[in-house]
């Protein structure tokens, strides 16, 4: 097993890794920009080394300063949690490289499943079935015309290294597609400096349904069912929930192995997550594989009292997994992201000092945060402060407790997305489990204006 981990990254994230470690009698390294001097990982980790400024490519993106500090620390693995350098198979290869090792899958598996046009064609090869569209990256204006033509309109134009989703848009109709097509690139080229573009067809009203797996170094995957997160805001996640009020058992076994298969065919290592959007009548299609542990992992943890974090930490030192099928058994959970956002005013961000901070508690009732009362959040990162995770014995019973909890939860000194998350656990298509990716869209009027 690993003496030390270094956590290459911030926030909750990296709190929650280095709680694992504690556990399993580990010690832990933290790494830290200069804005985040005061920041509870950098508190709770048994050392800590500056990496930087504040500007993420100076710090958290920085492998030189990072290497360095697993190198003077003596750390002999990097946990990258999410984000940042989580999914960089050339970062996995640097840490090879350096005899450190990096938690996660193979540098070769990040790159072909990062790569989200190379990844579709991948599983359409395993047998796993892929929204119908272009046969990977689509090079011209006038390819994609043809393509959109041949699977009919409307039709998405996706950004192969996309991500947050952003460098996606939809298009209606062929007039359409050459401005939006120019946008698309122009956006993937600022994101992510590569404007490799893919085209699917637009499905209608999906839900987004993942599965959770985890590889070992031996070629044997489990999955652990799926997580539902379908509430969404610009194509990003805001709750998810298991299991998902879409799936009955047979649908969630088929799904299940179909991410299974996936996985397999590429000797998938560590924790990873298939999403798949699921249509009206039951189909399911495969759109994008995360190479790294998820926002919304918790979720997972709490139906099946599983640590996946522990998960991936032992199967990055050669433990092998059972390559069980687990299933969800009269428990559920669901976890809303607080972000420092005014959700009634087009969720802008409000970074600022935390004067008040009050979490709540109780039975079934789990918050990851790094924030507290003077914290202040820095503007250089992403916005979420806190995940609020219930679980229970029933949907009905998630949804009271969510409330409650929310209810409960005292955050002072900036906005939060809190207030709109109470007006969802009340909506009563919410609460029948009745909602698709679109529900924000459709019922926007009731639950984003002031
Ligand atoms: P990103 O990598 O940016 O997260 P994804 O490919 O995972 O992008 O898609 C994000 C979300 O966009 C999905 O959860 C879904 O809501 C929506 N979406 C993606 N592809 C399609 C599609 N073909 N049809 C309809 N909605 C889609």
Known sequence: ?????????????ALRIIRTCKEMGIKTVAVYST???DALHVRFADEAVCIGPPPPQESYLNIANIIAAAEITGADAIHPGYGFL???AHFAEVCADHGIKFIGPQPEVIRIMGDKALAKRTMKAAGVPVVPGSDGPVETLEEAKKIAKAIGYPVMIKASAGGGGKGMRIVEKEEDLEHLWNIAKKEAKAAFGNDAMYIEKFLKNPRHVEI???GDQYGHVSHLSERDCSIQRRHQKLVEESPSPALNQELRERIGEAAVKGAKYVNYESAGTMEFLLDEDGNFYF???NTRIQVEHPVTEEIFFYDLIKEQIKVAAGIPVSGRFYYPKE???MEVRINAEDPFNDFMPSPGKITSFHKPGGHGVRVDTHAYAGYVIPPYYDSMIAKLIVSDFSRKGVINKMLRALEEFVIEGVKTTIPFHIRLMQHPEFVKGNYNIRFLEIYGDELLKP
């Open 35 to 37: 804005a985040d001097k």
């Open 287 to 289: 759109i994008e594989m």
């Open 331 to 333: 428990r559920y959970a």
């Open 86 to 88: 989580a999914e960089n």
């Open 1 to 13: 097993m690993f003496k030390k981990i270094l956590i290459a990254n911030r926030g909750e994230i």
């Open 212 to 214: 959770q797996i985890m």
